[in-house]
T-cell receptor, first 111, second 111 residues
Framework: GEDVEQSLFLSVREGDSSVINCTYT??????LYWYKQEPGAGLQLLTYIFSNMDMKQDQRLTVLLNKKDKHLSLRIADTQTGDSAIYFC???????????FGTGTRLLVSP | DAGVTQSPTHLIKTRGQQVTLRCSPK?????VSWYQQALGQGPQFIFQ???????QRGNFPDRFSGHQFPNYSSELNVNALLLGDSALYLC??????????FGPGTRLTVL
């Protein structure tokens, strides 16, 4: 079956690095995504990684994928107060790209 | 370049009523997916439309139906509203099976 799990809450200080973790169960996942949601808003695509990759870096964001353990992480370097939001991990199998989301990790960045 | 747009922004209905939500995809996209996000949860896939046909459907009752028009815009209809249908309804567009980009959502409140 398809299931994605995330820790619920993470609190960091401004300037620190944040690491948000995600585990998934669908071994046929083709792409894995990270989306950001600010209060009352839709989902903003942050980055994604193809399942045959181990790592992807995009400016302050680093995605690490351990396919054997079905573990995905998002590292945000030099975290800013504007990074405070809910972060969702999502996976999609082959076929028509239905996204399966985790419950989201609320990131709180304090000055 | 306009992103994904949704209307209305907010909607209040009473139990038993019917509602129609609308979505215009990002320019160049031909596929629309709908998701329901209950408070404090991750988005749940409702269905996806491609070439004016429902291509894939999640675990939602038949009260949820949709349509895609020749210009690729889409509607989500919910009949016989229940209190539990209160949620943020998100539309995502993509170019066929490519990455999905989300709109700002429609907040539906059922009283």
């Amino acid at each position: 079956g398809e299931d994605v799990e995330q820790s619920l809450f993470l609190s960091v200080r401004e300037g620190d690095s944040s690491v948000i973790n995600c585990t998934y169960t669908d071994s046929s996942s083709t792409y894995l995504y990270w989306y950001k949601q600010e209060p009352g808003a839709g989902l903003q695509l942050l980055t994604y990684i193809f399942s045959n990759m181990d790592m992807k870096q995009d400016q302050r964001l680093t995605v690490l994928l351990n396919k054997k353990d079905k573990h995905l992480s998002l590292r945000i370097a030099d975290t800013q107060t504007g990074d405070s939001a809910i972060y969702f991990c999502a996976e999609t199998g082959t076929g028509f790209q239905k996204l399966v989301f985790g419950t989201g990790t609320r990131l709180l960045v304090s000055p | 370049d306009a992103g994904v747009t949704q209307s209305p922004t907010h909607l209040i209905k009473t139990r038993g009523q019917q509602v129609t939500l609308r979505c215009s995809p990002k320019s160049g996209h031909d596929t629309v997916s709908w998701y329901q996000q209950a408070l404090g949860q991750g988005p749940q896939f409702i269905f996806q439309y491609y070439e004016e046909e429902e291509r894939q459907r999640g675990n939602f009752p038949d009260r949820f139906s949709g349509h895609q028009f020749p210009n690729y815009s889409s509607e989500l209809n919910v009949n016989a509203l229940l209190l539990g249908d209160s949620a943020l309804y998100l539309c995502a567009s993509s170019s066929n099976t490519d990455t999905q980009y989300f709109g700002p959502g429609t907040r539906l409140t059922v009283l």
